[in-house]
T-cell receptor, first 111, second 113 residues
Framework: RKEVEQDPGPFNVPEGATVAFNCTYS??????FFWYRQDCRKEPKLLMS???SGNEDGRFTAQLNRASQYISLLIRDSKLSDSATYLC????????????FGTGTRLQVFP | DVKVTQSSRYLVKRTGEKVFLECVQD?????MFWYRQDPGLGLRLIYF???????EKGDIPEGYSVSREKKERFSLILESASTNQTSMYLC????????????FGPGTRLTVT
């Protein structure tokens, strides 16, 4: 089983739609969770951290479910500019500073 | 504005050549990383460094070495380039690994022929 698993997509959605991505992680001792965004041929950039209580930033909401070991990202009112690959990122374990990156979920928003 | 720069955006080298990829950050971060990114495999950690002259192997260190002589500079060395090292190489730095944002450079697309 991969340490971090994501549906690669692509998710093709119209502008204004709501779309959600899930990501599962294998190590129950992981403590840090993030969503990064990567545009085509660009470097990854932090979108948001994921806290136990959930985290909302404008149209973006991230949630953590420790019992089922998954994190989610919800994007409301999708914009064309949201088209990108979204990487789920988890720290390897409680004593490690290493981050494990998922392979990403590709989102394409069309007019 | 935080910045991580990499010496080249595109590089073409021949099999067997020694290749140097350089990364510089201006954020005074102690922690720096080298990843490679391949389709379907995601980002994989090659080496990282917690401080000057310190280095730790990541998940795929074979065929690579690193150098950290100054805090702001972290170099990745391919001792003898091979075609399976054709990839996108990304450098990153962070204030505190695993808990703070990792800032990435723009990447170097390396092709080994």
């Amino acid at each position: 089983r991969k340490e971090v698993e994501q549906d690669p997509g692509p998710f093709n959605v119209p502008e204004g739609a709501t779309v959600a991505f899930n990501c599962t992680y294998s190590n129950s001792a992981s403590q840090s969770f993030f969503w990064y965004r990567q545009d085509c041929r660009k470097e990854p950039k932090l979108l948001m951290s994921v806290y136990s209580s959930g985290n909302e930033d404008g149209r973006f909401t991230a949630q953590l479910n420790r019992a089922s070991q998954y994190i989610s990202l919800l994007i409301r009112d999708s914009k064309l500019s949201d088209s990108a690959t979204y990487l789920c990122v988890v720290n390897a374990n409680i004593v490690s500073d290493k981050l494990i990156f998922g392979t990403g979920t590709r989102l394409q928003v069309f007019p | 504005d935080v910045k991580v720069t990499q010496s080249s955006r595109y590089l073409v080298k021949r099999t067997g050549e020694k290749v140097f990829l350089e990364c510089v950050q201006d954020m005074d971060h102690e922690n720096m990383f080298w990843y490679r990114q391949d389709p379907g495999l995601g980002l994989r950690l090659i080496y990282f460094s917690y401080d000057v002259k310190m280095k730790e192997k990541g998940d795929i260190p074979e065929g690579y070495s690193v150098s950290r002589e100054k805090k702001e500079r972290f170099s990745l060395i391919l001792e003898s380039a091979s075609t399976n090292q054709t990839s996108m190489y990304l450098c990153a730095s962070t204030l505190r690994p695993a808990f703070y944002e990792q800032y990435f450079g723009p990447g170097t697309r390396l092709t080994v022929t």
